[in-house]
């Protein structure tokens, strides 16, 4: 039997749509077993056509080999359908275990690829693989990223609301085209967050944090979202956004962890939303 562990992930970050996202230390469990084992108890079943079993065909294409039989079970602590990388789970889980199975020993690199492939972006796939916080970009050249830890320790808050929403509902809502003022904003943005975490010189985070590429448009999916990110930053949190596609988010923060979570859940509350708020550590 084959056991995986994948962290959920936070992609965008504010304004680093589809090119950054980070790992914490939230896992789900994922067992490769075959007819004759029993996953561990507690674990559920996957359908033989979950993304896990497709990122197991998808590496067996690439590798040229024959798609193996497996039964794949899950034991999950990630909410699915949240905007923390539910499916990047499953799909890195797939390639992790794939690799194994025909001892491929391919490069950390080329597993990225074949996750992010399947994702269509490899902001989650990226850190859900290598841990940390990572920036990735699909190229001409194939995929480049890199890793690297916060300059200064932070936790991440997340609350997560009481609906879904897919992935696939909060790119529809995203326009084909931007104003070039937007994109500068952006660009300045994402330097200075980028910049931020890597001295660990947090005084910027929140203006960094800002976004004009998707987080305006995915307002109207998740009510209270402006709210939230101002109360959050209000109570100390050092910036917020929109977890990946939401409808969750996150906020960074260095101390008041618990006051920050709870005004968070209590402001969602204001928009008859439960919510449930994780104060979580980078995974590395
Ligand atoms: N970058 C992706 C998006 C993340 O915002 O649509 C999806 O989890």
């Known amino acids: 039997m084959i056991k995986v562990r994948v962290p959920a992930t936070s992609a965008n970050l504010g304004p680093g749509f589809d090119c950054v996202g980070i790992a914490l230390d939230l896992y789900n469990e994922f067992y490769f077993y075959d007819q004759k084992e ?11 056509n979950s993304l896990a079993h497709r990122a197991v065909a998808h590496f067996a294409r690439y590798f040229r080999e024959r798609t193996p039989q497996v039964n794949i079970a899950v034991k999950g602590n990630v909410p699915p359908s949240r905007g923390l990388g ?32 399947l994702e269509g972006h490899p902001d989650n796939a990226a850190p859900a693989l290598c841990g940390g916080l990572v920036v990735s970009l699909m190229t001409s050249q194939g995929l480049v990223y890199k890793k690297i830890m916060p300059g200064k320790p932070l936790k991440a808050v997340v609350a997560v609301p009481d609906f879904e929403l897919a992935t696939s509902e909060a790119r529809k809502v995203l326009p084909s085209l931007i104003s070039h003022k937007d994109a500068v904003n952006n660009t ?57 596609a939401g409808p969750s988010i996150l906020a960074f923060a260095d101390q008041e962890e618990e006051a920050i979570a709870r005004i968070m859940v209590d402001t969602w509350k204001e ?14």
């Open 188 to 244: 300045g943005r994402f330097g200075f967050f980028m910049t931020s975490l890597l001295t660990g010189d947090y005084r910027f985070l929140s203006v960094a944090m800002e976004d004009f590429l998707h987080q305006p448009y995915r307002m109207p999916l998740v009510p209270g979202l402006d709210r939230v990110i101002k109360e959050a930053v209000s109570k100390g949190a050092l910036g917020s956004c929109l977890s990946g």
């Open 38 to 48: 029993t996953p561990p108890e507690g674990c559920q079943t996957l359908l033989e």
């Open 86 to 117: 539910s499916s990047a789970t499953l799909t890195v889980a797939g390639i992790i275990a794939a690799n194994l199975i025909f001892q491929a020993n391919l490069p950390e690199q080329k597993l990225i690829e074949l996750a992010s492939q």
């Open 271 to 284: 928009y008859n939303i439960e919510a449930k708020a994780y104060i979580l550590n980078i995974a590395s």
